[in-house]
Protein backbone atom coordinates (compact mmCIF):
# COMPACT_ATOMS: atom_id res chain seq x y z
CA UNK A 1 0.00 0.00 0.00
CA UNK A 2 1.02 3.27 -1.14
CA UNK A 3 1.89 6.15 1.32
CA UNK A 4 -1.26 8.09 -0.41
CA UNK A 5 -3.71 5.35 0.08
CA UNK A 6 -2.60 4.71 3.78
CA UNK A 7 -2.95 8.40 4.65
CA UNK A 8 -6.44 8.64 2.49
CA UNK A 9 -7.91 6.08 4.34
CA UNK A 10 -8.65 4.61 0.93
CA UNK A 11 -8.59 0.67 -1.01
CA UNK A 12 -8.56 -1.39 2.07
CA UNK A 13 -8.05 0.87 4.92
CA UNK A 14 -9.35 -0.05 8.21
CA UNK A 15 -11.84 3.13 8.05
CA UNK A 16 -13.59 0.35 5.33
CA UNK A 17 -13.84 -2.76 7.82
CA UNK A 18 -17.08 -4.28 8.31
CA UNK A 19 -16.61 -7.68 9.22
CA UNK A 20 -18.85 -10.35 10.22
CA UNK A 21 -18.75 -11.66 13.33
CA UNK A 22 -17.64 -15.21 11.89
CA UNK A 23 -14.76 -13.41 10.78
CA UNK A 24 -13.52 -11.30 13.85
CA UNK A 25 -11.66 -13.55 15.40
CA UNK A 26 -9.65 -13.85 12.04
CA UNK A 27 -9.33 -9.94 11.98
CA UNK A 28 -5.69 -9.76 13.43
CA UNK A 29 -4.13 -11.00 10.18
CA UNK A 30 -5.86 -8.43 8.08
CA UNK A 31 -4.67 -5.99 10.75
CA UNK A 32 -1.02 -7.02 10.70
CA UNK A 33 -1.01 -7.40 6.73
CA UNK A 34 -2.15 -3.92 6.36
CA UNK A 35 0.74 -3.02 9.00
CA UNK A 36 3.35 -4.58 7.11
CA UNK A 37 2.07 -3.34 3.58
CA UNK A 38 2.12 0.42 5.57
CA UNK A 39 5.91 -0.81 6.53
CA UNK A 40 7.38 -2.01 3.18
CA UNK A 41 7.15 1.56 1.38
CA UNK A 42 8.62 2.98 4.79
CA UNK A 43 11.69 0.10 5.12
CA UNK A 44 13.07 0.20 1.40
CA UNK A 45 13.71 4.08 2.13
CA UNK A 46 16.97 4.12 4.53
CA UNK A 47 18.26 0.64 2.75
CA UNK A 48 18.16 2.83 -0.83
CA UNK A 49 19.71 6.45 0.87
CA UNK A 50 22.38 4.35 2.61
CA UNK A 51 23.37 2.88 -0.81
CA UNK A 52 22.90 5.92 -3.12
CA UNK A 53 23.70 8.94 -0.45
CA UNK A 54 22.06 12.40 -0.03
CA UNK A 55 21.79 13.50 -3.61
CA UNK A 56 20.56 10.51 -5.16
CA UNK A 57 18.30 9.78 -2.07
CA UNK A 58 17.13 13.40 -2.98
CA UNK A 59 16.33 12.12 -6.91
CA UNK A 60 14.52 9.11 -5.39
CA UNK A 61 11.97 11.26 -3.31
CA UNK A 62 11.38 13.42 -6.05
CA UNK A 63 10.88 10.66 -8.37
CA UNK A 64 8.80 8.42 -6.09
CA UNK A 65 6.32 11.72 -5.41
CA UNK A 66 5.47 11.72 -8.78
CA UNK A 67 4.90 8.02 -9.40
CA UNK A 68 2.55 8.46 -6.09
CA UNK A 69 1.24 11.54 -7.90
CA UNK A 70 0.60 9.37 -10.83
CA UNK A 71 -1.39 6.24 -8.47
CA UNK A 72 -4.32 9.62 -7.79
CA UNK A 73 -5.41 9.10 -11.66
CA UNK A 74 -3.78 5.63 -11.37
CA UNK A 75 -6.40 4.26 -8.78
CA UNK A 76 -10.06 5.57 -9.63
CA UNK A 77 -11.46 4.20 -6.70
CA UNK A 78 -12.20 0.55 -7.65
CA UNK A 79 -10.92 -1.21 -4.78
CA UNK A 80 -12.81 0.96 -2.41
CA UNK A 81 -16.36 0.48 -3.97
CA UNK A 82 -15.18 -3.41 -4.21
CA UNK A 83 -15.35 -3.68 -0.36
CA UNK A 84 -18.70 -1.76 -0.14
CA UNK A 85 -20.53 -3.54 -3.08
CA UNK A 86 -19.13 -7.42 -2.89
CA UNK A 87 -22.13 -9.68 -1.44
CA UNK A 88 -24.39 -7.14 -1.02
CA UNK A 89 -27.22 -9.22 -3.18
CA UNK A 90 -27.56 -6.54 -5.84
CA UNK A 91 -24.20 -7.23 -7.73
CA UNK A 92 -23.06 -10.44 -9.18
CA UNK A 93 -19.68 -11.28 -7.84
CA UNK A 94 -17.82 -12.48 -10.95
CA UNK A 95 -19.18 -9.25 -13.32
CA UNK A 96 -18.44 -6.87 -10.39
CA UNK A 97 -14.56 -8.23 -9.93
CA UNK A 98 -14.07 -8.16 -13.78
CA UNK A 99 -15.54 -4.53 -14.19
CA UNK A 100 -13.45 -2.94 -11.49
CA UNK A 101 -10.16 -5.32 -13.21
CA UNK A 102 -10.91 -3.51 -16.44
CA UNK A 103 -11.29 -0.22 -15.13
CA UNK A 104 -8.03 -0.41 -13.09
CA UNK A 105 -6.16 -1.45 -15.95
CA UNK A 106 -7.28 0.98 -17.97
CA UNK A 107 -6.79 3.97 -15.22
CA UNK A 108 -3.31 2.22 -15.07
CA UNK A 109 -2.37 2.68 -18.51
CA UNK A 110 -3.67 6.55 -18.67
CA UNK A 111 -1.78 7.10 -15.41
CA UNK A 112 1.20 6.22 -17.25
CA UNK A 113 0.42 8.55 -20.33
CA UNK A 114 0.01 11.39 -18.56
CA UNK A 115 2.83 11.22 -16.06
CA UNK A 116 5.59 9.93 -18.26
CA UNK A 117 7.47 13.28 -19.77
CA UNK A 118 7.25 14.93 -15.98
CA UNK A 119 8.93 11.57 -14.92
CA UNK A 120 11.75 12.25 -17.36
CA UNK A 121 11.58 15.84 -16.18
CA UNK A 122 11.98 14.86 -12.64
CA UNK A 123 14.82 12.34 -12.74
CA UNK A 124 18.70 13.11 -12.81
CA UNK A 125 19.73 14.44 -16.25
CA UNK A 126 22.01 11.36 -16.14
CA UNK A 127 19.08 8.29 -15.57
CA UNK A 128 18.39 6.26 -18.35
CA UNK A 129 15.13 7.31 -19.88
CA UNK A 130 14.21 3.33 -20.22
CA UNK A 131 14.75 2.63 -16.28
CA UNK A 132 12.34 6.03 -15.41
CA UNK A 133 9.60 5.00 -17.94
CA UNK A 134 10.09 1.32 -16.89
CA UNK A 135 9.79 1.92 -13.49
CA UNK A 136 6.35 4.27 -13.69
CA UNK A 137 5.04 1.84 -16.02
CA UNK A 138 5.45 -1.01 -13.39
CA UNK A 139 4.56 1.10 -10.76
CA UNK A 140 1.49 2.32 -12.65
CA UNK A 141 0.03 -0.94 -13.23
CA UNK A 142 1.30 -3.11 -10.21
CA UNK A 143 0.26 -0.69 -7.63
CA UNK A 144 -3.03 -0.40 -9.33
CA UNK A 145 -4.06 -4.09 -9.63
CA UNK A 146 -2.57 -4.61 -6.28
CA UNK A 147 -5.28 -2.25 -4.42
CA UNK A 148 -7.83 -4.07 -6.28
CA UNK A 149 -6.33 -7.19 -5.04
CA UNK A 150 -6.42 -6.27 -1.40
CA UNK A 151 -10.28 -4.86 -1.83
CA UNK A 152 -10.75 -8.56 -3.20
CA UNK A 153 -9.46 -10.10 -0.60
CA UNK A 154 -10.70 -8.20 2.10
CA UNK A 155 -13.91 -8.13 0.89
CA UNK A 156 -14.15 -12.10 0.63
CA UNK A 157 -12.25 -12.33 4.15
CA UNK A 158 -9.46 -14.16 3.04
CA UNK A 159 -7.25 -12.98 5.55
CA UNK A 160 -4.44 -15.51 5.23
CA UNK A 161 -3.89 -14.55 1.88
CA UNK A 162 -4.02 -11.04 2.78
CA UNK A 163 -1.61 -11.92 5.49
CA UNK A 164 1.21 -13.81 3.35
CA UNK A 165 1.15 -11.32 0.60
CA UNK A 166 1.80 -8.66 2.84
CA UNK A 167 5.31 -10.15 4.01
CA UNK A 168 5.69 -10.62 0.38
CA UNK A 169 5.10 -7.31 -0.19
CA UNK A 170 7.74 -6.62 2.60
CA UNK A 171 10.27 -8.95 0.87
CA UNK A 172 10.21 -7.61 -2.57
CA UNK A 173 10.69 -4.22 -1.29
CA UNK A 174 13.45 -4.78 0.50
CA UNK A 175 15.25 -6.96 -2.29
CA UNK A 176 14.64 -5.56 -5.08
CA UNK A 177 15.09 -2.25 -3.49
CA UNK A 178 18.33 -2.91 -2.38
CA UNK A 179 18.97 -4.83 -5.84
CA UNK A 180 17.94 -1.65 -8.15
CA UNK A 181 19.78 0.89 -5.44
CA UNK A 182 22.96 -0.89 -6.07
CA UNK A 183 22.77 -1.41 -9.62
CA UNK A 184 21.11 1.43 -10.86
CA UNK A 185 20.95 4.50 -8.47
CA UNK A 186 18.08 6.22 -7.37
CA UNK A 187 15.74 5.34 -10.44
CA UNK A 188 16.71 1.56 -10.31
CA UNK A 189 15.62 1.86 -6.01
CA UNK A 190 12.09 2.73 -7.07
CA UNK A 191 11.90 -0.73 -8.97
CA UNK A 192 11.71 -2.07 -5.31
CA UNK A 193 8.78 0.09 -4.65
CA UNK A 194 7.14 -0.68 -8.15
CA UNK A 195 7.16 -4.77 -7.94
CA UNK A 196 6.66 -4.96 -4.15
CA UNK A 197 2.63 -5.25 -4.54
CA UNK A 198 2.70 -8.23 -7.32
CA UNK A 199 1.34 -10.72 -5.27
CA UNK A 200 -1.25 -8.71 -4.63
CA UNK A 201 -1.66 -7.39 -8.34
CA UNK A 202 -2.27 -11.15 -9.41
CA UNK A 203 -5.34 -11.52 -7.27
CA UNK A 204 -6.54 -8.08 -8.38
CA UNK A 205 -5.71 -8.83 -12.35
CA UNK A 206 -7.27 -12.47 -12.48
CA UNK A 207 -10.64 -11.94 -12.97
CA UNK A 208 -9.35 -11.10 -16.67
CA UNK A 209 -9.03 -14.03 -17.55
CA UNK A 210 -10.66 -16.33 -15.14
CA UNK A 211 -14.44 -14.73 -15.24
CA UNK A 212 -13.88 -14.32 -19.10
CA UNK A 213 -17.98 -14.77 -19.66
CA UNK A 214 -18.73 -12.27 -17.19
CA UNK A 215 -19.95 -9.26 -19.24
CA UNK A 216 -17.97 -5.84 -19.22
CA UNK A 217 -20.70 -3.60 -18.85
CA UNK A 218 -21.45 0.14 -18.32
CA UNK A 219 -23.96 -0.12 -15.81
CA UNK A 220 -21.22 -2.60 -13.67
CA UNK A 221 -18.57 0.42 -14.29
CA UNK A 222 -20.62 3.45 -13.71
CA UNK A 223 -21.94 2.10 -10.27
CA UNK A 224 -18.09 1.40 -9.70
CA UNK A 225 -17.14 4.61 -10.36
CA UNK A 226 -19.77 6.74 -8.52
CA UNK A 227 -18.83 5.50 -5.63
CA UNK A 228 -14.91 5.55 -6.13
CA UNK A 229 -13.96 8.37 -8.39
CA UNK A 230 -15.51 11.01 -5.80
CA UNK A 231 -12.26 9.81 -3.51
CA UNK A 232 -9.75 10.49 -6.11
CA UNK A 233 -9.86 13.95 -4.36
CA UNK A 234 -9.00 12.52 -0.50
CA UNK A 235 -6.33 10.48 -2.43
CA UNK A 236 -4.96 14.19 -4.22
CA UNK A 237 -5.16 15.68 -0.64
CA UNK A 238 -2.90 13.13 0.53
CA UNK A 239 -0.93 13.33 -1.88
CA UNK A 240 -0.56 16.61 -1.95
CA UNK A 241 -0.35 17.65 2.24
CA UNK A 242 2.84 14.55 2.09
CA UNK A 243 4.68 14.24 -1.20
CA UNK A 244 4.32 18.03 -3.63
CA UNK A 245 7.04 19.30 -1.38
CA UNK A 246 9.55 17.33 -2.88
CA UNK A 247 8.60 18.53 -6.63
CA UNK A 248 8.71 22.21 -5.25
CA UNK A 249 12.10 21.36 -3.97
CA UNK A 250 13.37 19.73 -6.85
CA UNK A 251 12.76 23.11 -8.15
CA UNK A 252 14.17 25.16 -5.47
CA UNK A 253 17.05 23.14 -3.48
CA UNK A 254 20.13 21.32 -4.30
CA UNK A 255 19.65 17.68 -3.92
CA UNK A 256 22.01 17.71 -1.05
CA UNK A 257 19.38 19.65 0.59
CA UNK A 258 16.21 17.57 -0.44
CA UNK A 259 17.64 14.24 0.35
CA UNK A 260 18.57 15.61 3.80
CA UNK A 261 15.10 17.63 3.77
CA UNK A 262 13.28 13.91 3.47
CA UNK A 263 15.37 11.97 5.80
CA UNK A 264 14.03 14.35 8.28
CA UNK A 265 10.50 14.42 7.27
CA UNK A 266 10.45 10.47 6.90
CA UNK A 267 11.86 10.13 11.08
CA UNK A 268 8.95 12.95 11.91
CA UNK A 269 6.31 10.99 9.51
CA UNK A 270 6.54 8.02 12.06
CA UNK A 271 4.34 9.38 14.67
CA UNK A 272 1.41 10.37 11.41
CA UNK A 273 2.08 6.66 10.01
CA UNK A 274 2.17 4.55 12.96
CA UNK A 275 0.69 6.22 15.80
CA UNK A 276 -2.13 9.05 14.72
CA UNK A 277 -2.96 7.66 11.57
CA UNK A 278 -3.92 3.82 12.69
CA UNK A 279 -5.67 5.60 16.05
CA UNK A 280 -7.26 8.28 13.88
CA UNK A 281 -8.69 5.20 11.29
CA UNK A 282 -9.71 2.97 13.98
CA UNK A 283 -12.07 5.96 15.37
CA UNK A 284 -14.39 5.74 12.29
CA UNK A 285 -15.77 2.30 13.13
CA UNK A 286 -16.10 3.06 16.54
CA UNK A 287 -18.46 6.32 15.59
CA UNK A 288 -20.01 4.47 13.61
CA UNK A 289 -21.42 2.39 16.71
CA UNK A 290 -22.40 5.82 18.05
CA UNK A 291 -25.99 6.68 17.73
CA UNK A 292 -25.84 9.66 19.82
CA UNK A 293 -23.98 12.42 18.86
CA UNK A 294 -23.83 13.77 22.33
CA UNK A 295 -21.78 10.36 23.23
CA UNK A 296 -19.82 10.71 20.25
CA UNK A 297 -18.24 14.12 21.41
CA UNK A 298 -17.68 12.50 24.73
CA UNK A 299 -15.91 9.70 22.82
CA UNK A 300 -14.20 11.82 20.39
CA UNK A 301 -12.67 14.16 23.45
CA UNK A 302 -11.42 10.72 24.70
CA UNK A 303 -9.87 9.93 21.53
CA UNK A 304 -8.46 13.40 21.01
CA UNK A 305 -6.51 13.22 25.10
CA UNK A 306 -4.99 9.72 23.30
CA UNK A 307 -3.93 10.99 20.27
CA UNK A 308 -2.63 14.24 21.39
CA UNK A 309 -0.45 12.64 24.44
CA UNK A 310 0.86 9.40 22.04
CA UNK A 311 1.64 11.65 19.05
CA UNK A 312 3.30 14.50 20.20
CA UNK A 313 4.49 12.60 23.24
CA UNK A 314 6.15 10.25 20.72
CA UNK A 315 6.78 13.48 19.10
CA UNK A 316 8.96 15.25 22.12
CA UNK A 317 11.27 11.56 22.11
CA UNK A 318 11.77 11.88 17.74
CA UNK A 319 12.64 15.47 18.15
CA UNK A 320 15.38 15.02 21.19
CA UNK A 321 17.02 11.93 19.25
CA UNK A 322 17.25 13.24 15.81
CA UNK A 323 20.29 14.03 15.27
CA UNK A 324 21.43 11.18 16.26
CA UNK A 325 18.72 8.94 14.85
CA UNK A 326 19.26 10.42 11.21
CA UNK A 327 22.71 9.62 10.79
CA UNK A 328 22.05 6.09 12.23
CA UNK A 329 18.87 5.02 10.08
CA UNK A 330 19.99 6.82 6.78
CA UNK A 331 23.61 6.58 6.86
CA UNK A 332 26.53 9.11 7.74
CA UNK A 333 26.06 11.75 4.56
CA UNK A 334 22.79 12.57 6.50
CA UNK A 335 22.04 15.38 8.88
CA UNK A 336 18.99 15.87 11.06
CA UNK A 337 17.03 19.40 10.78
CA UNK A 338 15.07 19.36 14.05
CA UNK A 339 13.03 22.09 13.14
CA UNK A 340 11.71 19.90 10.12
CA UNK A 341 10.98 16.82 12.34
CA UNK A 342 9.30 18.52 15.02
CA UNK A 343 6.82 20.19 11.83
CA UNK A 344 6.13 16.69 10.68
CA UNK A 345 5.36 15.15 14.07
CA UNK A 346 2.56 18.41 14.59
CA UNK A 347 1.44 17.48 11.50
CA UNK A 348 0.91 14.03 11.99
CA UNK A 349 -1.19 14.72 15.23
CA UNK A 350 -2.74 17.53 13.29
CA UNK A 351 -4.21 14.72 11.04
CA UNK A 352 -5.09 12.60 13.83
CA UNK A 353 -7.49 15.30 14.75
CA UNK A 354 -8.47 15.92 11.71
CA UNK A 355 -10.61 12.45 11.78
CA UNK A 356 -12.16 13.47 15.01
CA UNK A 357 -13.22 16.59 13.74
CA UNK A 358 -14.71 15.63 10.42
CA UNK A 359 -17.01 12.61 11.96
CA UNK A 360 -19.75 13.55 10.83
CA UNK A 361 -18.45 13.71 7.48
CA UNK A 362 -17.54 10.48 7.53
CA UNK A 363 -21.08 8.90 8.71
CA UNK A 364 -23.00 10.32 6.09
CA UNK A 365 -23.96 8.27 2.95
CA UNK A 366 -22.19 10.84 -0.07
CA UNK A 367 -18.42 11.01 0.01
CA UNK A 368 -18.97 13.91 -2.45
CA UNK A 369 -18.37 17.12 0.18
CA UNK A 370 -15.19 14.92 1.52
CA UNK A 371 -13.96 15.51 -2.13
CA UNK A 372 -15.12 19.12 -2.11
CA UNK A 373 -13.57 19.61 0.93
CA UNK A 374 -10.35 17.94 0.22
CA UNK A 375 -9.90 19.87 -2.84
CA UNK A 376 -9.56 23.37 -1.27
CA UNK A 377 -6.88 21.47 0.79
CA UNK A 378 -4.85 20.87 -1.95
CA UNK A 379 -5.47 24.51 -3.09
CA UNK A 380 -4.08 25.93 0.10
CA UNK A 381 -0.98 23.57 0.14
CA UNK A 382 0.41 24.08 -3.50
CA UNK A 383 -0.32 27.90 -2.94
CA UNK A 384 1.72 27.49 0.34
CA UNK A 385 4.46 25.68 -1.00
CA UNK A 386 4.95 28.34 -3.88
CA UNK A 387 5.08 30.93 -1.43
CA UNK A 388 7.03 29.65 0.89
CA UNK A 389 9.77 26.97 -0.57
CA UNK A 390 11.18 29.15 -2.99
CA UNK A 391 12.49 31.90 -0.21
CA UNK A 392 13.10 29.18 3.09
CA UNK A 393 14.11 26.45 0.76
CA UNK A 394 13.49 22.89 3.32
CA UNK A 395 11.74 24.93 6.03
CA UNK A 396 9.61 26.75 4.40
CA UNK A 397 8.38 23.18 3.09
CA UNK A 398 8.09 22.22 6.51
CA UNK A 399 6.28 25.36 7.59
CA UNK A 400 4.08 25.14 4.49
CA UNK A 401 3.13 21.74 5.56
CA UNK A 402 1.68 22.36 9.30
CA UNK A 403 -0.16 25.19 7.82
CA UNK A 404 -1.48 23.04 5.40
CA UNK A 405 -2.80 20.37 8.22
CA UNK A 406 -4.16 23.08 10.18
CA UNK A 407 -5.81 24.23 7.28
CA UNK A 408 -7.16 20.79 6.62
CA UNK A 409 -8.59 20.88 10.41
CA UNK A 410 -10.14 23.87 9.47
CA UNK A 411 -11.84 23.08 6.30
CA UNK A 412 -12.93 19.86 7.99
CA UNK A 413 -14.50 21.96 11.06
CA UNK A 414 -16.12 24.18 8.80
CA UNK A 415 -17.55 21.42 6.41
CA UNK A 416 -18.99 19.10 9.12
CA UNK A 417 -20.64 22.40 11.20
CA UNK A 418 -22.66 22.70 7.62
CA UNK A 419 -21.13 25.79 7.42
CA UNK A 420 -21.50 27.27 10.57
CA UNK A 421 -17.78 27.46 10.55
CA UNK A 422 -16.70 26.58 14.13
CA UNK A 423 -15.46 23.42 15.24
CA UNK A 424 -16.94 20.75 17.93
CA UNK A 425 -16.70 21.88 21.38
CA UNK A 426 -14.70 19.42 22.75
CA UNK A 427 -11.57 20.92 20.76
CA UNK A 428 -10.73 23.43 23.33
CA UNK A 429 -12.04 21.30 26.24
CA UNK A 430 -9.50 22.02 29.36
CA UNK A 431 -9.17 18.39 29.03
CA UNK A 432 -7.45 18.26 25.75
CA UNK A 433 -5.98 22.15 25.19
CA UNK A 434 -4.07 22.05 28.40
CA UNK A 435 -1.77 18.78 27.51
CA UNK A 436 -1.82 19.38 24.19
CA UNK A 437 -0.26 22.94 24.85
CA UNK A 438 2.45 22.02 27.26
CA UNK A 439 3.19 18.88 25.19
CA UNK A 440 3.45 21.31 21.81
CA UNK A 441 6.10 23.58 24.68
CA UNK A 442 7.55 20.57 25.02
CA UNK A 443 8.62 19.95 21.32
CA UNK A 444 9.73 23.12 21.65
CA UNK A 445 11.95 22.82 24.50
CA UNK A 446 13.39 19.24 22.08
CA UNK A 447 14.82 21.98 19.81
CA UNK A 448 17.09 23.91 22.39
CA UNK A 449 17.71 21.33 25.16
CA UNK A 450 16.64 17.06 24.06
CA UNK A 451 17.44 16.14 27.77
CA UNK A 452 15.40 18.67 29.40
CA UNK A 453 12.74 18.22 27.57
CA UNK A 454 12.38 14.24 28.03
CA UNK A 455 12.68 14.75 31.80
CA UNK A 456 9.60 17.47 31.25
CA UNK A 457 7.87 14.81 29.56
CA UNK A 458 8.18 12.07 32.58
CA UNK A 459 7.27 15.07 34.87
CA UNK A 460 4.02 16.21 32.77
CA UNK A 461 3.11 12.76 32.14
CA UNK A 462 3.33 11.51 35.51
CA UNK A 463 1.53 14.97 36.73
CA UNK A 464 -0.89 14.46 34.66
CA UNK A 465 -1.73 10.66 35.75
CA UNK A 466 -2.13 12.32 38.97
CA UNK A 467 -4.40 14.87 38.24
CA UNK A 468 -5.95 12.86 36.48
CA UNK A 469 -7.10 10.12 39.19
CA UNK A 470 -7.50 12.56 42.12
CA UNK A 471 -10.08 14.92 39.99
CA UNK A 472 -11.46 12.07 36.93
CA UNK A 473 -9.83 14.28 34.57
Known sequence: ??????????????????????????????????????????VVLPIVSRIVGPADFGFFEASFSLMLAAMVIGDPGVGTAVVRFFGDGNSATEPLLRNAAAIQGAAAVVAFIVFAVPALAVAPSTASRGLVLGSLALFTLVEGFSVTGAAILRAAERFRAFLW????????????????????????????VAVAGAGFALVGARPLWRFQQAPI??????????????LIGTSLMAWALSLSDRLFLRIWATPVELGRYAASYRLGSVVMIFVAGPLALAWVPVARRLDSPQERDRRALLWAIRIGWLSLGAGVVLVSVARTLVPAVFGAGF????????AVVVSGWLFGLYFLVATEIFL???????????????????????LLIEP????????????SYLALCAIAALTASGGAGRAPRWVFAARHVVPVALLLALIVVALFHAVLACLGLGALGLAWLAVSRRFGV
Not at 177 to 187: F, H, N, Q, S, T
Open 165 to 192: LAVLRVVLAIGVGALGAYEGGAIGGLFG
Open 392 to 403: WGPRGAALATVL
Open 1 to 42: MTDVQALSGRATAPVDVRASSAADGRLWRYYAGFGLSRLATV
Open 217 to 230: SRTAADRLLRYGLP
Open 335 to 342: TADQVVVA
Open 364 to 386: RESTGILALAALAVVVVNLSLNA
